[in-house]
């Protein structure tokens, strides 16, 4: 089964595709090999979650001058980012290919490899805001010492892992700086298959054409968790898919799942499920059975992985599937876009497609070995952080499941909300909840005024600037702690406070509690002596819905740019409570709690 585009099948996507409805990034290389051929399997990925990119080539036999000069190319491109692809050959040919006269010399010149790259990331962060991926190295194929090189410490082998080793530490040290692992992708293309020796030696172009792919897939990975492009939710069918067999037909003791095949290859994907699960990913079931049935599945089967708990929706009926995604998408509160449907039927994976577009399909292999397969090789269900809202996300849809079941049998939205009996704190930003305010900012698309993504390296500068306050925004009720949901982001300008960002979780819509968030930043604006706050709204796809959101609040409207989407709003600061209070027992701020 072929997991990964062809050349072919990467062209024919970007001849049919609308690049009409995409975002662009600017992606630059720093190389010393021949990498252009990637470019199509970079924009057949990157279009996967509507994005493409522009590319930027420095030569790869002058590297280092484009990135010491602040006025070279690189830099006048303002790449989103930079990809730092170097062959060790280029620069210790006798480690590589002479290594016991190289091992014996004083200065042996593997040893300054990791100071190079060093220096070059110093260079670039200096220069740049671009997120930096930076390939390691691949271990050789036939090490120097043969048979008894994995046995030494300091034998070839063991070197280029050090080498691989202190690539990931100059990650860990700096922020937005990311391991591209080409070690790995050569283990999963195979060592001969991954490098093509023909066009190494004609043209510096190392990878073969299986190779590819894969390394265009990483690189599409890191950009689309870096802006919040990444999915969120697997709805999955379950006859032949989460088990083997019709429940229907086959009964609770027919279906197959186990230790033996091909029960074992099912139990093998809901392991891979399970770990989705631990991950944060939302997990949905979508299957035409009886609810009965599959509930004493789910309850007494002695070799199902996945229980109830696991399961943050279960549209367990026989209604359409399209129907039933959409409720889910309602239900919970996410975009259709986030959400990934695997099934096995034919009709029921082409009805999706042709209604539901937003949503990304994976028709189940009738080999069941392959499943787990096509969905791990999928790739976009990836982040770049992860945090306490992660591992509890899923008992967090399911107290939403519980209010929109409450909100149905409240008579109004004021009692709804009353009745929840809502704790809201507003906390200023720490070391420690910097990683999930990136993660709002890169996943938060319906309601979020600008929709600017933050990197946990600019949001840290941030934080340590002393014209600037991010607050964070918990909620609580009586089902539950929502964790970290809201963010605002404010600049103090002279005597003028930029609302830079405001943000709130799609699962928080409709509580009203964005205008604590808002009173908490006026607040800190007006004790900050600013004469009034600016809001901007900047429009896209999906944020429509917190168009008018600024006028509602009492903003006026100071400047509406059509041509780049963008309304500014003002409000002077003495107006803070204008803002009406919105309905929740309980607000506290910086640890105050605060009366209204």
């Known amino acids: 089964m072929n997991l990964f585009p062809t050349q072919k099948q990467a062209i024919d996507f970007i001849t049919r595709y609308d690049w009409e409805k995409t975002s662009k990034v600017n992606i630059a290389f720093l190389r010393n090999i021949t990498l252009e051929p990637i470019q199509p399997f970079i924009r057949y990925y990157l279009g996967q979650v509507d994005l493409d990119a522009n590319f930027h080539f420095c030569d790869f036999d002058n590297f280092l001058q484009p990135v010491l000069d602040s006025d070279s190319s ?23 290919f002479a290594y016991l006269e190289d091992r014996g010399s004083d200065n042996r010149s593997f040893e300054q490899v990791p100071e190079l790259i060093h220096n070059i990331v110093s260079a670039l962060k200096n220069n740049s805001n671009a997120q930096i991926l930076v390939h390691n190295f691949e271990e050789p194929l036939f090490p120097a010492l043969g048979i008894i090189d994995s046995q030494g410490s300091d034998f070839q082998l063991a070197q280029v892992r050090y080498l691989n080793e202190s690539l990931r530490d100059i990650a860990k040290e700096n922020k937005g700086v990311y391991l591209i692992d080409v070690n790995l992708i050569q283990s999963k293309v195979g060592g001969f298959n991954s490098i093509d020796k023909r066009y190494w030696a004609i043209g510096k172009a190392p990878y073969s054409v299986d190779a590819y792919p894969l390394i265009a897939q990483n690189y599409a990975q890191m950009v689309a968790a870096n802006l919040g492009k990444t999915k969120k939710c697997i709805v999955l069918d379950m006859d032949n898919t989460l088990w083997g067999g019709i429940l229907g037909e086959d009964g609770f003791n027919g279906i197959k799942i186990g230790t ?13 499920l399970l770990n989705y699960y631990h991950k944060g990913i939302i997990l949905c079931a979508c299957s035409k059975n009886n609810m009965d049935d599959v509930m004493e599945v789910l309850d007494n089967h002695p070799d199902m992985i996945l229980k109830k708990e696991h399961f943050s929706n279960l549209k367990i009926n026989w209604n359409d599937k399209v129907s039933n995604i959409k409720e889910i998408s309602e239900e919970l509160n996410i975009g259709l876009d ?14 999706v497609r042709e209604y539901l577009p937003q949503v990304h399909v994976i028709q189940a292999s009738k080999d069941p070995t392959q499943i787990s397969y096509q969905l791990l090789s999928y790739g976009f269900l990836d982040s770049l952080t992860f945090s306490k809202e992660d591992k509890n996300r899923t008992k967090m849809y399911q107290q939403e499941i519980e209010r929109h079941e409450l909100k149905k049998t409240t008579i109004n939205m004021s009692d709804f909300l009353a009745s929840l009996e809502m704790r809201v704190e507003v906390e200023s930003l720490t070391e420690f909840t ?21 990197s946990t390296d600019i949001l840290e500068r941030l934080y340590k600037d002393g014209n600037t306050k991010i607050y964070t925004l918990k909620v609580s009720d009586k089902f539950g702690d929502s964790g970290i949901v809201g963010v605002i982001i404010l600049e103090k300008r002279c005597e003028a406070c930029l609302i830079d960002t405001l943000l709130m979780s799609c699962r928080m819509l409709g509580r009203d509690i964005e205008k604590a968030l808002l009173f908490s930043g006026i607040r800190w604006a007006k004790k900050e ?22 006028s509602q609040m009492g903003f006026q409207e100071l400047e509406n740019d059509k041509e780049n989407s963008t309304i500014k709003y003002r409000i002077g600061v003495d107006n803070i409570f204008d803002c009406n209070s919105p309905v929740f027992n309980t607000l506290i701020i910086d640890g105050e709690q605060y009366e209204h």
């Open 74 to 96: 690189l830099y006048q491109f303002n790449p989103d980012f930079i990809v730092i692809s170097l062959k060790l050959e280029y620069f210790a040919e006798k480690f590589c």
């Open 260 to 272: 033996t095949f091909p029960g074992n290859a099912f139990r093998e994907f809901q392991l891979v």
């Open 434 to 454: 910097i990683p999930r305010v990136s993660q709002l900012t890169q996943r938060t698309n319906q309601f979020n005024l600008t929709t600017k993504r933050y």
């Open 338 to 351: 986030s959400m990934v449907f695997i099934d096995d039927s034919d009709f029921e994976v082409n009805l």
């Open 529 to 550: 002596a600013c004469k009034e706050a600016v809001g901007l709204y900047i429009k896209t796809s999906k944020n429509s819905q917190v168009e008018d959101f600024y």
